[in-house]
């Protein structure tokens, strides 16, 4: 009787240990299947699969050594962008050089003129680009949400599952509700403010008065702040409900794991290692589908960050040089332009940071 026992307690052993140890990558495939890790990569364009190489959400490899290069093949993508910048900046100081010779040359004709033609030359140049880069800033913000909306309910699954019962669903609520609310704030408040923006810009370039500079800077004003505020509450709110969850999910894993080791006779404490098992895997598995889930908002961002990028630094460089040759007014205007990119810029890594620091938190480790 006494070795019957042994024999059988020695064969639940083994099942156990065979059960949490052996079909380990089934496990995990069963465990990405389970949370939908699975979808995570059609979700993404074939130009971000390309981007992101041969990453996947289970598996997504040295993850500096793939940002590397998902980095190097963004860069070789956007050398056409970096050549469309410069045409406009060649032509953009074609017409300041001609303004500076008529506005010397010239006695007759009176400088205001010269001026408004050299507003509305450099408007004219630069209403095609900046119109297709807000377009595709707007495009980027919209893929990011709709990517959040693919990529957030599987980090709180697999977070869930990797025993942060109370922060996944937390961090999966601030997240979408943030989200939302900058998307909306971009597409419906910040886009519109920034063509509004330059259309006063260009009224200042053409008509001058210090009402219309201080409304232009005004409307930078709120841009910029409408996305910082956007920001700190969010880590504010994402910062509170962290320690408030982290410390409930630990203290619920450390009760039931000792909950199963006490309360089930002879076996409790392998079924609690077992279960320790699971949640290790799940583990695993929620860092590397938040590992994927970085890369992939990277690889959404990243081509339209740096042609919005190109057009940025190129005109900032243009609006440098045009101050040698040109009037203070064109070269104010030339200025706006590349603020308008700057603050296109704050708008789309606004949203991505959003993302990422969500991403982050889910990843956070609880521990059993």
Not at 15 to 22: D, L, Q, R
Not at 25 to 31: A, S, T, V
Not at 52 to 76: W, Y
Request: hydrophobic fraction near 55%; charge should be negative.
């Amino acid at each position: 009787m006494r070795r019957a026992g042994i024999v059988l307690l020695l064969a639940l052993l083994l099942s156990v240990g065979a059960a949490a140890a052996e079909p380990e990558g089934d496990l995990n495939r069963e465990l990405a299947g389970a949370v939908g890790a699975d979808t995570l990569e059609s979700g993404l364009m074939e130009e971000q699969q390309e981007l992101m190489g041969e990453a996947t959400p289970t598996e997504s490899g040295g993850f500096f050594h793939t940002v590397q290069e998902l980095i190097t093949r963004a860069v070789l993508q956007s050398g056409g962008a970096w050549r469309e910048a410069a045409s406009c900046a060649a032509m953009l100081l074609a017409v300041c050089l001609a303004c500076g010779l008529c506005g010397t040359g010239a006695q007759n004709p009176p400088v205001r003129a010269v001026g408004i033609a050299g507003a509305l030359g450099i408007a004219t140049i630069c209403t095609t680009h900046v119109d297709s880069l807000l377009r595709l800033g707007s495009e980027t913000v919209q893929n990011l949400s709709v990517y959040a909306q693919l990529l957030l309910p599987v980090l709180a699954a697999s977070s869930a599952a990797a025993g942060s019962v109370t922060g996944a669903p937390a961090i999966y609520s601030i997240t979408v509700l943030f989200s939302d609310l900058l998307l909306r704030l971009v597409t419906t408040g910040l886009v519109p403010l920034l063509y509004s923006f330059l259309a006063m810009a260009l009224a200042d370039c053409a008509l001058g008065g210090a009402a219309l500079k201080r409304f232009r800077e005004l409307m930078a004003w709120v841009i910029s702040t409408g996305l910082k505020t956007v920001l700190y509450v969010y880590t504010a709110f994402l910062a509170i409900t962290q320690v408030i969850s982290g410390a409930t999910d630990a203290m619920t894993a450390r009760a039931a794991k000792l909950t199963l080791s006490s309360a089930v006779p002879v076996v409790g404490g392998i079924i609690a290692d077992a279960a320790e098992t699971v949640l290790v895997s799940a583990s695993m598995l929620r860092n590397s589908v938040g590992i994927f889930g970085l890369l992939a908002v990277l690889a959404v961002c990243i081509l339209p960050f740096l042609k919005i990028t190109a057009y940025w630094l190129v005109l900032r460089l243009t609006a440098a040089v045009s101050g040698a040759i040109a009037q203070e007014a064109l070269v104010s205007m030339i200025d706006a332009v590349a603020q308008a990119m700057g603050l296109l810029l704050a708008m789309t890594g606004a949203c991505a940071l959003l993302l990422l620091i969500s991403t982050v938190c889910s990843m956070k480790a609880v521990g059993l």
